[in-house]
């Protein structure tokens, strides 16, 4: 039985789906249950929904032999696994917004309020700009609105929520989609297994 641990959420339904799609469908599956492992009776396929940051965890760790995570959680934990494939699915980018009429005071640190902390040092850091970190897990928006950062750096997706609050993208810092990672033992041990899930999954994502 191969072990796959799916992000809560919208993005691990539509990845559900994708693996359904090509033969690892579940019967036990439900899109309203409250159940977080589902088993296939064939005995092949066992998933676990967990927090979208926490797949890399359980597939580092090995409690799961494969998962699916955004490339901005391996950016930001850099977690010791492989990364097979790129989904194509959950595009957004990892930017820099700030209000529209934002200017940098280069005197000053740059205040920066974020969830991804390391991301936003490792990009300023290279900049050779001195930041001050602010650690938020939501609603990143609200930082420059309210005065406490002067600018952020967040996931834009479709932009509506940095337009709806009157920020802007300033820097793009990098492409993020889903991606599917492999427990490194697992990857040695379960080759076979997990080539053939990354070869059916190729086939769909080329599509
Ligand atoms: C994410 C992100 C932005 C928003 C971007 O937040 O942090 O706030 O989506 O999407 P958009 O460009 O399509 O508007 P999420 O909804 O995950 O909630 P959060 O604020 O709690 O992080």
Redo the contacts with the bound molecule.
């Keep these: 039985m191969i072990n796959i641990a799916l992000p809560k959420g919208r993005l691990g339904e539509k990845v559900y789906k994708m693996l359904a799609s090509v033969g690892y469908g579940c019967d036990e599956y439900s899109e309203d249950s409250r159940k977080l492992v589902f088993k296939d009776s064939k005995g092949e396929v066992s998933y676990f929904w967990v927090k979208p940051a926490d797949v890399s965890v359980y597939v580092e760790l090995g409690a799961a032999d494969i998962g699916v995570v955004g490339k901005d959680i391996l950016n930001e934990y850099d977690p010791d696994v492989y990364e097979l494939l790129d989904l194509g699915l959950g595009k957004?980018k990892m930017c820099v917004a700030a209000k529209d009429d934002w200017q940098d005071d280069m005197s000053v640190p740059l205040r920066v309020a974020t969830?991804f902390t390391h991301t936003a040092e490792k990009y300023f850091a290279q900049k050779g700009r001195e930041i001050e970190t602010i650690k938020l897990?939501?609603?990143?928006?609200l930082g420059p609105v309210l005065g406490i950062s002067d600018v952020i750096v967040?996931?834009?997706?479709?932009?509506?929520?940095?337009k709806e609050n009157n920020l802007r993208v300033f820097e793009c810092i990098s492409e993020i989609s889903a991606r599917l990672i492999a427990n490194k033992s697992a990857y040695k041990f379960r080759n076979a297994e997990i080539k053939k899930v990354v070869e059916k999954l190729s086939e769909v994502t080329k599509r």
């Design positions: 957004c969830k897990n939501g609603s990143i928006e967040d996931i834009v997706e479709t932009g509506s929520t940095l």
